[in-house]
């Protein structure tokens, strides 16, 4: 079905049995660098999945580049461990590498038992918030030297390969940019000089893990970083590299402290293609795209474009693990979407937490959390079909249960239409085609327009209840929240009326941030209007920039609270900043709404008495649970279990995990009984 991508491919002399490859990603399943089952049975199931090649890592060199909870190939006894991974990979009939790292400037003191970071330069570091040590020649060279026993260990712990990362701003390509090497010996200034660093290093790992062993590079596309390097100066690079003796180059996007959205929905499906594209025009060697390539459409497109040579799906495959499997047998409606919504996976990571998944409960518990075939089959009824109610109605299908879902409206997804409403939100949409294909494929009765009773439920008597009722929005007790011209977030997310000149937000958490992005987009031009506009030279660059930019409603957001996004995660809190910057909206703090009036929001800041002339008010203060169900199911006697929004107000992650672990924990009442 997608010839290209199960094409076989050789990299030095080793074949890889397709073009699909999951990239080094952090995942902190332990604090101390050491392997452990939680590693093994998640890196198990990415080989068992179909992907062709599975990279472990990133991989430390020594404690002054990783720090202590990054894994590490540092000591000799880490080899047998790493042993043991990579049978366990091999077995499952992928190909592995390791990817080596050095972090530099951007390493944590605190996590180096206050090892200095090392750099080119002693230049300050706005990721790390510290300012490295700048390499003596001695230090260079004992971290060449770090990296060559660290290949070998690799190659003795029966890695397929090794890759060397020169991306994400971290040491490589702290050498190569103008803006953190400030050396003028022979390891700075000019290109040459520059570049000396990671030819060295690349060209000593392969002279001592031999010619015939592959060797890969995974390098910035583009740092967008101002003043540092661009798609001009990477091809450059790449030469160079290949000119080492890598065999491959593993092409993403920017550095971690790039103003550029790199991985969340912001960042268009296959946004970074291109990169890969113009390294491969500059060199021989097979080249990989990454970032956002989520379906087997696109990543055979990339290959059939020629863009590049394989793909790599990391998040994706963190997401759905058989994705490979499922592409392969033209079963491409069961794969698990990754919506690049950064909740489970970056956002955790950078709180210090296990990357998990919010569409997949399993990502990370590949050991601990199966859904088995049951031997005592139960009649469950699974109320409300949002994505905690599909989740569960579809595991308990899967543990083979006989399930009926009921849902009071037209169509499944719940909040889920709500959440997909504003800017670069729509792939959430995928959750629910995901979902909809899940019910279908194991035959699931689904009733919509059921309004659920106590009678209904009598009638039905089920074995077990699954309660997933959701949520409402809230409407707080303010005067002159009945007018109307005020609106809840939902009602505009969900019926998008027509809306005034001027609009005021009340609340500054995610949904006010994004209702207000969803009302400040009302009247701006599309992606293929600007992309005709731009084509044919009919608008100059300034005013294309305010069509995208300037809408027909101006927002003002009012939230209580010192700043905005405090339920936000750290990866896209800037994200949405920035964008309510270039919307133009106005965004108050610390100021309390006292009343609405027919065309004035009154509220208090600084200890004094403001308003400000409104056409339209929305409510966006957050939502309460939907939860009478429970004291008539209570009285009924029938066993339940209530999932999501109305137990308690929370995310999707939430709703999905709950019912997900709801079946889960069915399954061992039933053994117990």
Same mark, same amino acid.
């Given at each position: 079905?997608?010839?290209?991508?199960?094409?076989?491919?050789?990299?030095?002399?080793?074949?890889?049995?397709?073009?699909?490859?999951?990239?080094?990603?952090?995942?902190?399943?332990?604090?101390?660098?050491?392997?452990?089952?939680? &590693? &093994?049975? &998640?890196?198990?199931?990415?080989?068992?999945?179909?992907?062709? @090649?599975?990279?472990?890592?990133?991989?430390?060199?020594?404690?002054?580049?990783?720090?202590?909870?990054?894994?590490?190939?540092?000591?000799?006894?880490?080899?047998?461990?790493?042993?043991?991974?990579?049978?366990?990979?091999?077995?499952?009939?992928?190909?592995?590498?390791?990817?080596?790292?050095?972090?530099?400037?951007?390493?944590?003191?605190?996590?180096?038992?206050?090892?200095?970071?090392? #750099?080119?330069?002693?230049? &300050?570091?706005?990721?790390?918030?510290?300012?490295? +040590?700048?390499?003596?020649?001695?230090?260079?060279?004992?971290?060449?030297?770090?990296?060559?026993?660290?290949?070998?260990?690799?190659?003795?712990?029966?890695?397929?390969?090794?890759?060397?990362?020169?991306?994400?701003?971290? @040491?490589?390509?702290?050498?190569?940019?103008?803006?953190?090497?400030?050396?003028?010996?022979?390891?700075?200034?000019?290109?040459?000089?520059?570049? +000396?660093?990671?030819?060295?290093?690349?060209?000593?790992?392969?002279?001592?893990?031999?010619?015939?062993?592959?060797?890969?590079?995974?390098?910035?596309?583009?740092?967008?970083?101002?003043?540092?390097?661009?798609?001009?100066?990477?091809?450059?690079?790449?030469?160079?590299?290949?000119?080492?003796?890598?065999?491959?180059?593993?092409?993403?996007?920017?550095?971690?402290?790039?103003?550029?959205?790199? %991985?969340?929905?912001?960042?268009?499906? !296959?946004?970074?293609?291109?990169?890969? #594209?113009?390294?491969?025009?500059?060199?021989?060697?097979?080249?990989? #795209?990454?970032?956002?390539? $989520?379906?087997?459409?696109?990543? =055979?497109?990339?290959?059939?474009?020629?863009?590049?040579? /394989?793909?790599?799906?990391?998040?994706? @495959?963190? $997401?759905?693990?058989?994705?490979?499997?499922? #592409?392969?047998?033209?079963?491409?409606? %069961?794969?698990?979407?990754?919506?690049?919504?950064?909740?489970?996976?970056?956002?955790?990571?950078?709180?210090?937490?296990?990357?998990?998944?919010?569409?997949?409960? +399993?990502?990370?518990?590949?050991?601990?959390?199966?859904?088995?075939?049951?031997?005592?089959?139960?009649?469950? !009824?699974?109320?409300?079909?949002?994505?905690?109610?599909?989740?569960?109605?579809?595991?308990?299908?899967?543990?083979?249960?006989?399930?009926?879902?009921?849902?009071?409206?037209?169509?499944?997804?719940?909040? @889920?239409?709500?959440?997909?409403?504003?800017?670069?939100?729509?792939?959430?949409?995928?959750?629910?085609?995901?979902? +909809?294909?899940?019910?279908?494929?194991?035959?699931?009765?689904?009733?919509?327009?059921?309004? /659920?009773?106590?009678?209904?439920?009598?009638?039905?008597?089920?074995?077990?209840?699954?309660?997933?009722?959701?949520?409402?929005? %809230?409407?707080?007790?303010?005067?002159?929240?009945?007018?109307?011209?005020?609106?809840?977030?939902?009602?505009?997310?969900?019926?998008?009326?027509?809306?005034? =000149?001027?609009?005021?937000?009340?609340?500054?958490?995610?949904?006010?941030?994004? *209702?207000?992005?969803?009302? $400040?987009?009302?009247?701006?031009?599309?992606?293929?209007?600007?992309?005709? %506009?731009?084509?044919?030279?009919?608008?100059?660059?300034?005013?294309?920039?305010?069509?995208?930019?300037?809408? *027909?409603?101006?927002?003002?957001?009012?939230?209580?609270?010192?700043?905005?996004?405090?339920?936000?995660?750290?990866?896209?809190?800037?994200?949405?900043?920035?964008?309510?910057?270039?919307?133009?909206?106005?965004?108050?703090?610390?100021?309390?709404?006292?009343?609405?009036?027919?065309?004035?929001?009154?509220?208090?800041?600084?200890?004094?008495?403001?308003?400000?002339?409104?056409?339209?008010?929305?409510?966006?203060?957050?939502?309460?649970?939907?939860?009478?169900?429970?004291?008539?199911?209570?009285?009924?006697?029938?066993?339940?279990?209530?999932?999501?929004?109305?137990?308690?107000?929370?995310?999707?992650?939430?709703?999905?995990?709950?019912?997900?672990?709801?079946?889960?924990?069915?399954?061992?009442?039933?053994?117990?009984?």
């Amino acid at each position: 079905m997608y010839p290209l991508l199960f094409t076989p491919i050789t990299i030095n002399t080793l074949q890889i049995k397709n073009r699909i490859a999951y990239p080094a990603l952090g995942l902190l399943y332990s604090y101390d660098s050491l392997l452990n089952d939680r &590693y &093994y049975e &998640y890196f198990r199931e990415k080989a068992q999945g179909g992907a062709g @090649l599975v990279t472990v890592g990133p991989v430390g060199i020594d404690i002054a580049g990783s720090g202590m909870m990054a894994l590490s190939l540092a000591d000799d006894d880490k080899i047998p461990s790493f042993k043991k991974l990579t049978t366990i990979i091999k077995s499952e009939g992928a190909q592995t590498f390791v990817q080596l790292f050095h972090a530099g400037a951007y390493s944590y003191s605190k996590l180096t038992n206050d090892v200095q970071p090392i #750099a080119p330069s002693s230049v &300050y570091s706005k990721y790390s918030k510290q300012v490295p +040590r700048e390499m003596t020649l001695e230090d260079i060279e004992m971290v060449q030297t770090a990296f060559v026993k660290a290949a070998l260990r690799a190659k003795e712990a029966g890695f397929d390969g090794i890759e060397i990362i020169a991306s994400a701003g971290y @040491l490589i390509t702290q050498f190569l940019s103008p803006i953190t090497n400030k050396r003028t010996d022979h390891y700075g200034g000019s290109f040459e000089n520059r570049v +000396r660093f990671p030819r060295e290093v690349i060209e000593k790992v392969r002279k001592a893990v031999g010619f015939d062993f592959p060797l890969g590079i995974r390098m910035a596309g583009n740092d967008f970083v101002k003043g540092s390097n661009t798609d001009r100066e990477t091809p450059l690079f790449a030469k160079v590299y290949e000119d080492a003796g890598v065999d491959i180059i593993n092409v993403t996007g920017g550095w971690h402290e790039a103003k550029i959205p790199q %991985l969340p929905m912001e960042l268009p499906r !296959m946004g970074y293609a291109y990169l890969a #594209a113009t390294i491969k025009k500059a060199v021989h060697v097979p080249v990989m #795209a990454s970032n956002r390539i $989520a379906t087997p459409e696109g990543a =055979e497109k990339i290959l059939r474009d020629s863009m590049a040579d /394989m793909v790599n799906l990391g998040r994706v @495959l963190i $997401a759905d693990p058989y994705w490979p499997t499922k #592409a392969k047998e033209g079963k491409t409606n %069961l794969i698990r979407p990754c919506v690049g919504c950064n909740q489970g996976c970056t956002d955790t990571l950078f709180s210090g937490m296990p990357v998990g998944c919010v569409v997949n409960a +399993r990502a990370g518990y590949e050991g601990a959390r199966n859904i088995k075939k049951t031997d005592t089959p139960l009649r469950i !009824m699974v109320i409300g079909a949002g994505p905690g109610g599909l989740e569960a109605a579809v595991r308990a299908k899967e543990a083979g249960h006989e399930v009926e879902l009921h849902e009071m409206s037209t169509d499944i997804g719940g909040q @889920l239409w709500i959440a997909a409403a504003p800017p670069h939100k729509h792939e959430l949409l995928e959750i629910i085609r995901y979902y +909809r294909a899940m019910v279908e494929h194991f035959g699931i009765p689904v009733f919509y327009n059921t309004a /659920m009773t106590v009678e209904l439920i009598k009638e039905k008597n089920p074995d077990h209840i699954i309660v997933a009722t959701g949520a409402e929005a %809230l409407m707080p007790p303010i005067e002159g929240i009945g007018l109307p011209h005020v609106y809840s977030a939902w009602d505009i997310l969900h019926k998008d009326p027509v809306l005034g =000149e001027n609009v005021a937000v009340i609340g500054g958490g995610a949904v006010g941030i994004e *209702t207000a992005l969803f009302i $400040a987009n009302k009247g701006t031009i599309s992606p293929e209007i600007l992309h005709f %506009l731009m084509f044919f030279d009919a608008e100059p660059v300034d005013r294309l920039k305010e069509l995208i930019t300037q809408g *027909t409603s101006k927002v003002t957001i009012i939230e209580m609270l010192p700043s905005i996004g405090k339920d936000v995660g750290r990866s896209t809190r800037w994200i949405l900043n920035t964008e309510l910057e270039k919307f133009g909206v106005t965004v108050m703090t610390s100021a309390k709404v006292i009343e609405l009036t027919n065309h004035d929001v009154i509220f208090e800041k600084e200890n004094t008495m403001q308003k400000i002339p409104v056409d339209n008010v929305v409510i966006a203060v957050g939502s309460k649970p939907v939860n009478s169900l429970l004291g008539q199911i209570e009285k009924c006697g029938i066993q339940y279990t209530a999932i999501g929004d109305c137990k308690k107000i929370g995310k999707i992650n939430d709703a999905i995990h709950e019912g997900f672990m709801a079946i889960v924990n069915l399954q061992k009442e039933v053994v117990k009984i």
